[in-house]
């Protein structure tokens, strides 16, 4: 059974900082994984995807790697921003087809202070 | 091109009674997925259906909830006989067939409360 976890659960930095969170996933025959970011109150925004045949994906500040013989994968945030502050979840699409399910973690709460 | 639709965004229930959230994908896309996220726990997957066939319900209770995703208008998704422990907010996905991608785009969430 497929099982995601993401540390820390909570993490306060600093503006400017670079940070890097972490998520693993027990089973390393996954399909793709996400990166998404949850505001208060508000629905889930993609940030990132990587399939399963690539290592690393960028869109501006934000880039995310995948080891999927370890089961890991990060999301590294350059020169953070109080705008950055959020939920961040990862989640595993574990199977191709017709299973187009996600698996999450519960998400690291980040907060950049100014 | 609008994004995902959920409404209502809020929605109060008194236990036993019945609770229909809405939601309408993004305009082109034609696989639609109902998640859960219970307080202090995190997203569960509940169902996945394409225009008018349910492909993946592994996720819904196996009483009282039900989802459809009609031909023609948004897909529902029913919670008959509410309790307590329905309380939570609910999210649709949608996204469109694409081999070289499956992003999934999420609406705001309903979230229901349940007296």
């Known amino acids: 059974k497929q099982e995601v976890t993401q540390i820390p659960a909570a993490l306060s930095v600093p503006e400017g900082e670079n940070l890097v969170l972490n998520c693993s996933f027990t089973d390393s025959a996954i399909y793709n994984l996400q990166w998404f970011r949850q505001d208060p109150g508000k629905g889930l925004t993609s940030l990132l995807l990587?399939?399963?045949s690539q290592r690393e994906q960028t869109s501006g500040r934000l880039n995310a790697s995948l080891d999927k013989s370890s089961g890991r994968s990060t999301l590294y945030i350059a020169a953070s921003q109080p705008g950055d502050s959020a939920t961040y979840l990862c989640?595993?699409?574990?199977?191709?087809?017709?299973?187009?399910?996600?698996?999450w973690g519960l998400g690291t709460s980040l907060a950049v202070n100014p | 091109n609008a994004g995902v639709m959920q409404n209502p965004r809020h929605l109060v229930r008194r236990r036993g009674q019945e609770a229909r959230l809405r939601c309408s994908p993004m305009?082109?896309?034609?696989?639609v997925y109902w998640y859960r996220q219970l307080p202090e726990e995190g997203l569960k997957f509940m169902v996945y259906?394409?225009?008018?066939?349910?492909?993946?319900e592994s996720g819904m209770p196996k009483e009282r909830f039900s989802a459809e995703f009609p031909k023609e208008g948004p897909s529902i998704l029913r919670i008959q006989q509410v309790v307590r422990g329905d309380s939570a907010a609910y999210f649709c996905a949608s996204s469109y067939l694409d081999p070289s991608t499956d992003t999934q785009y999420f609406g705001p969430g309903t979230r229901l409360t349940v007296l």
């Open positions: 989640a595993v699409r574990a199977y191709a087809g017709n299973n187009r399910k996600l698996i």
């Open positions: 990587i399939q399963s």
């Open positions: 305009k082109g896309h034609s696989h």
């Open positions: 259906l394409q225009k008018e066939n349910i492909i993946d």
